[in-house]
T-cell receptor, first 111, second 113 residues
Framework: AQRVTQPEKLLSVFKGAPVELKCNYS??????LFWYVQYSRQRLQLLLR??SRESIKGFTADLNKGETSFHLKKPFAQEEDSAMYYC?????????????FGPGTSLSVIP | NAGVTQTPKFQVLKTGQSMTLQCAQD?????MSWYRQDPGMGLRLIHY???????DQGEVPNGYNVSRSTTEDFPLRLLSAAPSQTSVYFC????????????FGEGSRLTVL
């Protein structure tokens, strides 16, 4: 069964400090991991996916299959990073796999 | 670009009433899905579809029905609303051949009294 956990419901950091949002998953097959973000009064949108291995808005995330983790990191937090962040999982065996989300972490960046 | 469109944005129901949340997408996406968002629970998958005529249950399907008669539309039906169904509902779609990115609607806030 697919499962995504995000241990922190709330995370507060000061502007300029590093931030790490944790995500762990369980999945028996080959996973595809995503981070989605929901800014205030905006639609949920994709932030990044592990396959692309890119940095978006200064955020990076590395898939660690040994630890079954996909933590989101940014070296210097900005006020505009305040938002709700969701980790999501889909299978890669077929294109028909459902997408399961974690409970989310609300990030607050203090000026 | 319309993307994913959900209606209505807000709805108040009484216990036992029925209603349908509408979802339409104009991106020719095969995959469509419904989630509910509750505080502390995140987004939980209700039902999903990988094409017209094909639907499957997600994590929390009880109390909800779906159908997929066209590629564009994926309505969510509540046959007998309960207070436990008070939530914000999101429709999302993605192409099966592509980046895997889900595109979301703006959400529908449902209150069941």
């Amino acid at each position: 069964a697919q499962r995504v956990t995000q241990p922190e419901k709330l995370l507060s950091v000061f502007k300029g400090a590093p931030v790490e949002l944790k995500c762990n998953y369980s999945y028996s097959g080959s996973p595809e991991l995503f981070w989605y973000v929901q800014y205030s009064r905006q639609r949920l949108q994709l932030l990044l996916r592990h396959i692309s291995r890119e940095s978006i808005k200064g955020f990076t995330a590395d898939l660690n299959k040994g630890e079954t983790s996909f933590h989101l990191k940014k070296p210097f937090a900005q006020e505009e990073d305040s938002a709700m962040y969701y980790c999501a999982l889909s299978g890669r065996e077929t294109s028909y796999d459902k997408v399961i989300f974690g409970p989310g972490t609300s990030l607050s960046v203090i000026p | 670009n319309a993307g994913v469109t959900q209606t209505p944005k807000f709805q108040v129901l009484k216990t036992g009433q029925s209603m349908t949340l509408q979802c339409a997408q104009d991106m020719n996406h095969e995959y469509m899905s419904w989630y509910r968002q509750d505080p502390g629970m995140g987004l939980r998958l209700i039902h999903y579809s990988v094409g017209a005529g094909i639907t499957d249950q997600g994590e929390v399907p009880n109390g909800y029905n779906v159908s997929r008669s066209t590629t564009e539309d994926f309505p969510l039906r509540l046959l007998s609303a309960a207070p436990s169904q008070t939530s914000v509902y999101f429709c999302a779609s993605r192409g099966l051949a592509g980046t895997g990115e889900l595109f979301f609607g703006e959400g529908s806030r449902l209150t069941v009294l």
